[in-house]
């Protein structure tokens, strides 16, 4: 090194009283060569030094201790209250080795014997003196730092011995231990304080860090106390080595962690019940991050997609489970949510399963949100299929019923109606057992009367030949004549109605029958009425008793001129025709006498009379049913003609025109 400057030279404090001392001092300090120190003040007196240190700029010190105000020991002790860092080499006048140690041990850095002192070896121990001080200052420094650390600190630190005893424990340790001062501890050891298990388990550790050299970090640690509460601590044991770097003992440095612990203990126990309650939910459970990747999942939804271990689905899409289709539905479906930020409520689906089973799932989805964004989404989706089977079947079952509900009401208003058929055939039967015995009495009270009849006939005659002179006798006579008459039509009415049941059948053309009924009622034609005729030219010949079909027009054509009464047209229409079925004119109760395809010859009289009113339609071939005053009908004559033309194996309908008048449409089989 070159010149060291004067102003970074050391200052010296001279404190000697002798001017011969002083002298010889200021020359050795200020003429070594290069050297590091100049006097920097002088005092001769304790009193002198005080003053002058009080206005600093002093590095060392060198202190006579004979001096005029103090001496001996008292001198440094008495300087030392006054300046208690500065570096200070003691002169003496004596070569005392007992006082030299004392000053030494009272903080002295140095002590030299007036007589012997030379340039060099002052210099040194100025020099020695100042470093001495400044590593005493920096011991104390650290000391000091690690007196804080050691008191302050909340963790517990210990240093032990090779006997793992306590050697040294911070201010933590010592309340930890409930101890009035960290010396009550030096000495013991772990067995002292923890339960015999911990503290073996401690002692372990530490052996095992004195023969390896191997600290132990970071180890989580639980020990009973000796009052039962239970401690858990994160510790750090470290070999404890000398400065030869031989190991004396351990050290170590221990944090309570037991609120942590408990913490996560309460987590773990939350965590576990979460994922029990998550597991075991037979709801289809998961979660899948911003890019639609599944984070987790229950494993009801990992047998939906037919993994068994979530190894197989983290991380992965719909795409590596479904084909592309569907998984481009599901995928989609999801990230609509992550990005809208919308949640889907008890949304129903129809999905299959990735064996292709359809299964309908009732879904409720909702965006993992974090600070405000999606950043996923959780699916919970309840599998409702049989539910919804039974709600199908259900549904089914309901139109099977209503179907099978309307199939009876069907099936009900048939009996009705065949009800209503069977009781109209026991009314016809018993109109034909009415009808037999009505028969029967007709034809006995015809019997009876027509003889009586025929000798009044042959009386009235015999009378009308003789010559009376009373001028009313022929008038009585004519009277009685008519009585006679109607008589005599009634009981031959009675007798064609009871007539026996037999035909006298013959091939025969029905216009020739026609044309004979016409000109026997030529004679109540009179009146004024019309004829017109319509008579199909080719009619094949029928099967007819020619006198009683007679008999059938000429009753007809009779009621049609009465109810035409002073004029009108009388038509009379013969033609065949097919039988078609459909668009048929033929009425339900005729097409149960012919079939189709069968050839149907029809006569057909329509007049332009009055009609008959609708009730009064039904009775008219009811025996005696009448309308016309007595003597003027009998209300057989239709009666006749439904029994001839069912004899006959024919049909008879009677209905009313549209304008006026009656249609009467008899049908016979060709
Ligand atoms: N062409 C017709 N026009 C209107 N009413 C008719 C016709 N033919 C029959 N009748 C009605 O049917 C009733 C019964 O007829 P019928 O048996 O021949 O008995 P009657 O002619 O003796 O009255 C008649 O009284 C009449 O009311
Ligand atoms: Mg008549």
Redesign the pocket.
Known sequence: MSTTPSSAKLRVLLIVEHHGDVFLLREMVNEEPHSRFVIGAEAGSLADATTRLASGGIDVVLLDLELADSHGLETFTAFRKTAPTLPVVVLSDVEDEELALQTVQLGAQEYLVKGRIVPHLLHRALRYAVERARADAQLAHERELLATLLENIPDRIYFKDRRSRFIRINRALTEFFGLASAEAAYGRTDGDFFDPAAAQQMLADERSIMETGQPILGKIESKTLTNGEVSWTLTTKLPLRDRAGLIIGTCGISREVTAFKTLEEQLATERHLLRALIDNLPDLVFLKDAEGRYLLDNPAHMRFLGASEFSEIDGRTPFDFFPDPIARVLHEEDMAIIRSGQPVYDHEQKVADISGHMRWLLTTKIPWLSEGRAVGLVSISRDISVQKLAELHLKQANADLKSRRQDLMAAVKDLQEAHQDLRATQLQLVDAEKMKSVGRLAAGVAHEVKNPLAIMKMGLEYLSTLPIEDETAPLILKEMSDALHRADTVIRGLLDFSAPKQLEVRRTSINVIVNQALRLVRGEMKRGCQVQRELQEDLPQLALDADKISQVFV??F???I??MGGGGTLFVRTYSKQLTGVGSNISDQRSESFRVGETIIVVEID?T????AED?LAK??EPF????PTG????????V?KTIIDLHGGTID?RNLPDA??R?TIMFQA
Do not use: E, R
């Open positions: 009753n007809l009779t009621n049609s009465h109810a007049d009379g009055p009609g008959i009064k008219v071939f049913f009448t309308t016309k003027q009908g009998t209300g057989l004559g239709l009666s003609v009677l008048g009656l009467v």
